[in-house]
């Protein structure tokens, strides 16, 4: 979830009225926001680096806001205020529109060459537009904020902002062998070649994580004016000289990516947010993309769409009796103009360009409901009758761990994942011969795999409580995984008991009680008939030669149990004796 | 009849004694071990107020086992000398005998015998004085006549290097008359025997009393893992709710039934490397229900059930990946796609409880793998209210009856809503769960009527307390 930083005067006076923290905070809940943190620069920076470092910052009231992740118009201050207001009838939603330059339309052309790297690109201009330092800083802060959740961490989509009067159209964006680039990036006083740069930021904190987007391929895009002027190498940075400052008046803005829909949703969300400060309110100027097709769009595509919903359909899903015009006040109060029309019943909706989260009439309930309030709605219960049933697997897991409690065997909770090393090397098996599930990106070597047998868990839990008095019984009743042509997904499950006793005597006797304690449980007699259960002697790599039986059940194999090999003993960093059990439990149910 | 007959003495010496007595000094006196008349002194002092015992540390002088030969035989040096006769002995000789080696240099430094090398047959040692004191022996015979203060401070030092002397600390207790003194104690029994009932001699013997301030010896027994009793406990409350337990025992899932069929987009967040475990082996699924899956691309790429879908290219190799379910709403999705199938449509309960992974360092906060907890009711026009209602009777057993709700946002459910408890200790609202409605373009394209709401909700095992003990 996207946390907005805002400050909380800046907040109050857009909003108009001053809250007190649980009002605001209480306010926020209501809308579906979370007043996160109520913080400073000061305090922010005394907490992550000290109090010394802090010392000068500025002690204005930071609050921090959660926003939702599917509501891009909440990312910056103006959209949070718009929202607000509206929700609160105290503004109307404003109407975003698209306007045609006076003079010639700034056009940016794509050519073939960005087709394998970052095939799309659109384009608007913010005209006569006024910041402060306060919106600047908001208007950069978006971007930021864009790019690091729907643009994905710029892999989707890059946006560059350039003062227009700097440059001269009309654009072309293109790609690039990186030897061939070169230009003077933001914040840096001479030129590199795109090589270079990308060497140099390595070592950048903020910008190391785009590099791998572009690195290994062949070229590289690039933006350049009608002058040979480098706007921007999407998605790394842009270039100096059409950096925009505070007395920046006229604002070109380009979103590349390679998702389309993406790159529309991000254009649409700066320049209906910002466009705010534009002399004309709420306009945006239009810019035409010519696709290496030769085909031409205009950008913003500020589209607004028409639903229709009826009114009962709300009700219904929400469970709640209103009219259809006061749901339709409440939508509008959602910054979705809404109006009666047709029999009374019908419902139609403005979806705006700010509220691409729309994509389905339950986005528009849920809407209501918000606006309606949550709490308000009346709880019922349901008339849905059933019979309840346990799955059966766990219901004879349930059964079991009780009378292994009641044996004197205390139950362990271990984790599903663990190293290769646990369950090949330590247990005297190679990993090949396991049929294991190998996990393909582990951050550590921990979560190599996923356990196919209890025992090592358990092994590691006596290792961590040796201090405990001796004798140590544990049991795991639980799932073991191992790979299964058979199964769709290829690999399944297998439910497992375990038990372990460790002494300074193996106490084989001891865990082959334990077994027959088990078999008498599940009514399993003991004798090889039909039904029965016998162990036979056996052998294994992880049982002391000699000391080793399988468990047959039912007519099959469901296990060993035996004195644990030395070796096995001393990989598990333990001392003493120890002896273990080992079945699957699926053949008794 | 006292407790033995140390015990008997002691406390008739006691009777006897000006103010008291010392443990060691009697022990000395009857010629019987320190221990027997501490033990003496212990079994009186269990009996109550009889005596009183002070324990006192005393320093003494012992002699080593070589110190106790040497008192008694005389020095090495000492030996050495006497056995040297007038006429004088070969070095050889002299070294062979049993003191010769420690003794010789001693003796030569004492100036008590010499050396003439120039013998016929080898070095020979003859006297130098006709006699002399053996202080060593003298000294050592006085410690172990208990007179080791008459030792100077640098003669004991200079035994102790020799390793002839050792400091021993001696506990001893300095006993006196207690408040309830009587030389006429009965031992008490410990505890009731078969004997005692058999025979009714219970009826005349005193028996110690009990301390109820020790803590009683456990139970031998196992014990189940607190977790999972608290697993135990949110199965009941389902079962009692009507709710049918749903298969999750398959660990491995692929990212289909994990993300796509729950419409969460391809390039979401959560599908993530950093996020998510997925398989190298096997890497991806065999078999995946082909009509549906087209269905659900349909309605990720272009739409369709009411939707506008998300308009962007859905790739199969994707949905194949495996990995490690990262909720067991994987499982509800393949349970709701069971269910679908079944016509005509009834409706159902479901619960799990069951292990899902996410791919996290390890650290106080998080784990990589935990328990998701997770209702499902699918009927006929289910509504948020029905939601909210069926909420607050699973909080209501739990013993959460304080609630809240707030509007939030899942990939796969709309509307969506954040449950809140009042925490009374923390004095605020915590969030407790998440649930919503499914959304239309997960349930449409499994089959479901189109009337039929289904509402979910989750919450984590390892965020629940304990249960109290249940009462049968």
């Given at each position: 979830m996207p946390t907005v930083s805002v400050k909380r005067d800046l907040l109050f006076k857009a909003l108009g009225r001053t809250y007190t923290d649980e009002e605001f905070d209480e306010l926020c809940f209501e809308f579906g926001l979370e007043l996160d943190e109520i913080t400073s620069e000061k305090e922010i920076i005394s907490?992550?680096?000290?109090?010394?470092?802090?010392?000068?910052?500025?002690?204005?009231?930071?609050?921090?806001?959660?926003?939702?992740?599917?509501?891009?118009?909440?990312?910056?201050?103006?959209?949070?205020?718009?929202?607000?207001?509206?929700?609160?009838?105290?503004?109307?939603?404003?109407?975003?529109?698209?306007?045609?330059?006076?003079?010639?339309?700034?056009?940016?052309?794509?050519?073939?060459?960005?087709?394998?790297?970052?095939?799309?690109?659109?384009?608007?201009?913010?005209?006569?537009?006024?910041?402060?330092?306060?919106?600047?800083?908001?208007?950069?802060?978006?971007?930021?904020?864009?790019?690091?959740?729907?643009?994905?961490?710029?892999?989707?989509?890059?946006?560059?902002?350039?003062?227009?009067?700097?440059?001269?159209?009309?654009?072309?964006?293109?790609?690039?062998?990186?030897?061939?680039?070169?230009?003077?990036?933001?914040?840096?006083?001479?030129?590199?070649?795109?090589?270079?740069?990308?060497?140099?930021?390595?070592?950048?904190?903020?910008?190391?994580?785009?590099?791998?987007?572009?690195?290994?391929?062949?070229?590289y895009p690039v933006i350049y004016d009608?002058?040979?002027?480098?706007?921007?190498?999407?998605?790394?940075?842009?270039?100096?000289?059409?950096?925009?400052?505070?007395?920046?008046?006229?604002?070109?803005?380009?979103?590349?990516?390679?998702?389309?829909?993406?790159?529309?949703?991000?254009?649409?969300?700066?320049?209906?947010?910002?466009?705010?400060?534009?002399?004309?309110?709420?306009?945006?100027?239009?810019?035409?993309?010519?696709?290496?097709?030769?085909?031409?769009?205009?950008?913003?595509?500020?589209?607004?769409?028409?639903?229709?919903?009826?009114?009962d359909l709300i009700n219904k899903k929400v469970g709640i009796r209103e009219t259809p015009e006061n749901l339709a006040k409440l939508l509008t109060r959602m910054c979705l103009k809404s109006e009666v029309i047709g029999d009374g019943n019908q419902i139609e909706i403005e979806i705006p360009p700010t509220r691409a989260d729309i994509i389905h009439a339950c986005d528009i309930v849920e809407d209501a409901a918000i606006a309606y309030g949550y709490n308000n709605i009346q709880m019922t219960l349901p008339k849905t009758y059933t019979i309840a049933n346990q799955f059966p697997l766990n219901k004879l897991t349930e059964l079991l761990r009780h009378d292994m409690a009641a044996a004197g065997f205390t139950e362990a909770l271990t984790f599903a994942l663990c190293s290769q090393e646990d369950i090949a090397d330590k247990l005297g098996v190679d990993i090949s011969a396991t049929k294991a599930v190998h996990i393909s990106n582990?951050?550590?070597?921990?979560?190599?795999?996923?356990?196919?047998?209890?025992?090592?868990?358990?092994?590691?839990?006596?290792?961590?409580?040796?201090?405990?008095?001796?004798?140590?019984?544990?049991?795991?009743?639980?799932?073991?995984?191992?790979?299964?042509?058979?199964?769709?997904?290829?690999?399944?499950?297998?439910?497992?008991?375990?038990?372990?006793?460790?002494?300074?005597?193996?106490?084989?006797?001891?865990?082959?009680?334990?077994?027959?304690?088990?078999?008498?449980?599940?009514?399993?007699?003991?004798?090889?008939?039909?039904?029965?259960?016998?162990?036979?002697?056996?052998e294994g790599p992880a049982f002391f030669p000699g000391r080793c039986a399988e468990v047959f059940a039912r007519g099959q194999s469901i296990g060993k149990l035996g004195v644990l090999h030395p070796d096995v003993i001393t990989k598990f960093e333990l001392t003493m004796p120890c002896s273990s059990l080992e079945i699957n439990i699926e053949p008794f149910l | 009849m006292a407790d033995g007959p140390v015990a008997d003495v002691l406390l008739r010496r006691l009777e006897a004694a000006d103010g008291g007595l010392d443990s060691a000094e009697l022990a000395a006196e009857l010629g019987v071990e320190h221990q027997a008349v501490v033990g003496a002194v212990k079994s009186l002092q269990a009996l109550g107020e009889i005596i009183e015992a002070e324990l006192r540390s005393t320093k003494r002088w012992e002699l080593t086992a070589e110190g106790e030969e040497i008192a008694r035989e005389g020095s090495h040096e000492a030996r050495v000398f006497r056995s040297v006769p007038p006429e004088g002995l070969a070095q050889s000789e002299l070294m062979r005998l049993p003191s010769g080696k420690v003794g010789f240099s001693k003796a030569m430094s004492n100036k008590w015998i010499r050396v003439?090398?120039?013998?016929?047959?080898?070095?020979?040692?003859?006297?130098?004085?006709?006699?002399?004191?053996?202080?060593?022996?003298?000294?050592l015979q006085l410690v172990r006549g208990g007179q080791a203060e008459k030792l100077a401070e640098k003669e004991r030092s200079e035994l102790r290097k020799r390793k002839l002397l050792t400091e021993v600390t001696l506990?001893?207790?300095?006993?006196?008359?207690?408040?309830?003194?009587?030389?006429?104690?009965?031992?008490?029994?410990?505890?009731?025997?078969?004997?005692?009932?058999?025979?009714?001699?219970?009826?005349?013997?005193?028996?110690?009393?009990?301390?109820?301030?020790?803590?009683?010896?456990?139970?031998?027994?196992?014990?189940?893992?607190?977790?999972?009793?608290?697993?135990?406990?949110?199965?009941?409350?389902?079962?009692?709710?009507?709710?049918?337990?749903?298969?999750?025992?398959?660990?491995?899932?692929?990212?289909?039934?994990?993300?796509?069929?729950?419409?969460?987009?391809?390039?979401?967040?959560?599908?993530?490397?950093?996020?998510?475990?997925?398989?190298?082996?096997?890497?991806?699924?065999?078999?995946?229900?082909?009509?549906?899956?087209?269905?659900?691309?349909?309605?990720?790429?272009?739409?369709?059930?009411?939707?506008?879908?998300?308009?962007?290219?859905?790739?199969?190799?994707?949905?194949?990946?495996?990995?490690?379910?990262?909720?067991?709403?994987?499982?509800?999705?393949?349970?709701?796609?069971?269910?679908?199938?079944?016509?005509?449509?009834?409706?159902?309960?479901?619960?799990?409880?069951?292990?899902?992974?996410?791919?996290?360092?390890?650290?106080?906060?998080?784990?990589?793998?935990?328990?998701?907890?997770?209702?499902?009711?699918?009927?006929?026009?289910?509504?948020?209210?029905?939601?909210?209602?069926?909420?607050?009777?699973?909080?209501?057993?739990?013993?959460?009856?304080?609630?809240?709700?707030?509007?939030a946002y899942n990939p796969y459910t709309e509307p969506s809503m954040e449950v809140f408890s009042y925490h009374q200790g923390l004095k605020k609202w915590v969030e407790v769960g998440n649930s919503g409605l499914f959304r239309p373009e997960m349930l449409l394209p499994m089959g479901l009527p189109e009337n039929v709401s289904v509402i979910a909700w989750g919450l984590s095992l390892e965020r629940q307390r304990e249960p109290p003990v249940p009462r049968p």
């Open positions: 907490k992550e680096q000290g109090d010394k470092k802090a010392e000068g910052a500025s002690d204005v009231v930071l609050y921090k806001i959660d926003v939702p992740a599917n509501r891009y118009d909440l990312l910056c201050l103006e959209g949070l205020v718009r929202g607000l207001q509206v929700f609160k009838e105290r503004i109307k939603a404003p109407l975003y529109k698209r306007v045609m330059p006076n003079g010639e339309i700034q056009k940016l052309i794509i050519t073939e060459e960005t087709a394998k790297i970052r095939p799309y690109a659109v384009a608007a201009v913010l005209r006569n537009i006024k910041f402060t330092k306060d919106r600047y800083d908001s208007f950069i802060e978006l971007q930021e904020k864009l790019h690091q959740n729907i643009c994905r961490k710029r892999a989707l989509v890059a946006i560059g902002a350039h003062d227009l009067d700097s440059l001269s159209g009309p654009f072309t964006f293109t790609a690039k062998r990186p030897s061939d680039i070169k230009f003077k990036p933001l914040s840096k006083t001479k030129e590199y070649t795109a090589c270079e740069l990308m060497n140099i930021y390595k070592t950048d904190n903020h910008l190391k994580h785009y590099l791998h987007i572009i690195e290994n391929k062949p070229l009608s002058n040979g002027v480098i706007l921007s190498m999407p998605p790394i940075i842009n270039g100096n000289h059409s950096k925009i400052t505070l007395n920046t008046r006229n604002v070109f803005i380009e979103c590349t990516g390679t998702d389309f829909t993406k790159a529309k949703i991000v254009l649409d969300i700066i320049v209906t947010m910002f466009s705010e400060y534009c002399e004309n309110q709420f306009t945006v100027e239009a810019a035409e993309v010519v696709f290496p097709n030769g085909k031409s769009y205009t950008f913003p595509e500020l589209a607004y769409r028409k639903e229709m919903v009826r009114a582990p951050k550590t070597a921990e979560f190599q795999v996923a356990r196919t047998t209890l025992l090592p868990g358990l092994l590691k839990t006596i290792a961590a409580n040796r201090k405990m008095p001796l004798p140590l019984k544990l049991f795991e009743i639980s799932d073991i995984v191992v790979k299964d042509s058979s199964r769709d997904v290829g690999a399944r499950n297998y439910r497992h008991l375990c038990a372990v006793y460790y002494n300074k005597n193996p106490g084989f006797e001891i865990i082959h009680g334990l077994l027959d304690r088990i078999m008498q449980l599940l009514d399993v007699p003991p004798g090889e008939k039909k039904g029965g259960y016998v162990i036979k002697a056996s | 003439d090398k120039s013998a016929a047959d080898g070095p020979r040692v003859f006297r130098v004085v006709d006699s002399m004191e053996d202080d060593v022996q003298r000294r506990k001893t207790y300095w006993v006196s008359k207690g408040s309830a003194f009587s030389t006429s104690v009965s031992k008490q029994e410990a505890e009731l025997s078969p004997e005692m009932i058999s025979s009714g001699s219970w009826r005349d013997r005193p028996f110690k009393p009990y301390n109820f301030s020790a803590h009683g010896v456990l139970p031998d027994s196992g014990h189940l893992h607190p977790l999972l009793k608290v697993r135990t406990q949110f199965r009941q409350i389902f079962l009692e709710m009507g709710f049918t337990e749903m298969p999750t025992d398959n660990f491995i899932e692929s990212s289909f039934w994990n993300f796509d069929a729950l419409f969460q987009p391809q390039q979401h967040p959560a599908r993530d490397q950093h996020d998510t475990f997925f398989l190298q082996d096997p890497a991806e699924a065999l078999q995946l229900p082909m009509d549906y899956v087209h269905r659900v691309k349909r309605t990720h790429s272009q739409g369709g059930y009411g939707s506008q879908g998300y308009k962007y290219t859905w790739k199969l190799d994707e949905a194949r990946k495996n990995l490690l379910r990262t909720h067991t709403t994987a499982a509800s999705a393949r349970a709701l796609y069971r269910l679908a199938r079944k016509k005509p449509f009834t409706p159902i309960k479901y619960f799990s409880i069951d292990r899902v992974f996410r791919n996290e360092t390890l650290d106080a906060t998080h784990l990589a793998e935990f328990h998701q907890i997770e209702g499902v009711v699918a009927d006929h026009g289910l509504t948020l209210g029905h939601l909210m209602g069926v909420l607050r009777e699973f909080f209501t057993k739990l013993g959460i009856t304080q609630l809240r709700f707030k509007p």
